[in-house]
């Protein structure tokens, strides 16, 4: 059984009580995330999960439709809108939790070790979730951030962390860089309180502190300078300045002060 698809579950229905919150002229007002709207983000997430849920139910149709596209990610959000059919905010609502539940319902019962076809390389189905666990906490943090809303967190978001630990040597390759040869100790306290430790402990190569603001650091949503962090090493600090856990392009942190509040 997949722990993972529960957790998922758990931050997509969070989010979407939280959104059936906001009134409608929320919906179109642009977050610190590349301007998109609170709906341009749910447009993204829904149709991210939709392609999951293909990918594991339809192996082969989704493969089929990656060749159609050119083997690229998901379109730009105003061709995702288009495809998607709806601009009512509440239906589109509904029908992204609905597909989420769909998602983690045929994730549950998989063997966590299963490999999914994604765009890219093949993950595992705990890497699978995971990453779409990232993306509903990481872009729903858009949107709190837009409204300057505090937000609750969970130690499901182990997972992102570990996601960001994993991807030390991506953030680096992605760039056409070379990875530092020795990995930092990362050392974190849990939302819960508890400690998270990765890689050998290194006084001279390490990063501790703050879970939540680790993960704000790995996904893009907070300038390493913005955190509380304690960084020290060279290559610690290398990879704060450009961490990036996500697949795609290599893409760059908002400046400094950009998404502090």
Not at 34 to 60: E, Y
Not at 111 to 118: E, F, K, L, Q
Not at 204 to 210: K, R, V, Y
Request: hydrophobic share 40%; proline share 9%; net charge negative.
């Amino acid at each position: 059984m997949l722990a993972e698809a529960a957790d998922l579950r758990a931050e997509g229905d969070e989010l979407h009580a939280f959104l059936r919150t906001l009134d409608e002229a929320t919906w179109s007002r642009p977050t610190p995330f590349k301007g998109w709207t609170p709906f341009d983000v749910i447009v993204h997430l829904h149709f991210a999960d939709r392609l999951a849920h293909l990918a594991v139910s339809d192996p082969d149709e989704f493969q089929g439709q990656l060749l159609a596209r050119g083997g690229g990610g998901p379109p730009p959000p105003a061709q995702q809108r288009e495809l998607l059919g709806t601009r009512d905010p509440k239906m589109l609502l509904g029908r992204w939790r609905d597909c989420l539940h769909q998602l983690c319902d045929l994730l549950a019962p998989i063997d966590p070790d299963t490999r999914i076809g994604w765009v890219g390389p093949p993950m595992g189905a705990r890497t699978f979730a995971s990453a779409r666990l990232m993306e509903v906490w990481a872009h729903g943090q858009d949107i709190y951030d837009l409204l300057r809303r505090p937000r609750v967190h969970h130690d499901r978001i182990r997972a992102i962390a570990e996601l960001g630990v994993r991807t030390f040597s991506f953030t680096f390759t992605n760039r056409g860089l070379k990875p530092p040869g020795s990995k930092p100790h990362v050392r974190l306290v849990a939302p819960s309180g508890s400690t998270w430790e990765w890689n050998p402990p290194d006084d001279a190569n390490h990063i501790a502190g703050s879970a939540i603001e680790f993960c704000h650091v790995v996904t893009q949503g907070r300038n390493i300078l913005d955190t509380r962090l304690d960084v020290v090493g060279e290559a610690a600090s290398q990879w704060m300045s450009i961490a990036q856990c996500f697949a795609g392009r290599p893409s760059d942190p908002p400046a400094p002060g950009e998404r502090s509040w």
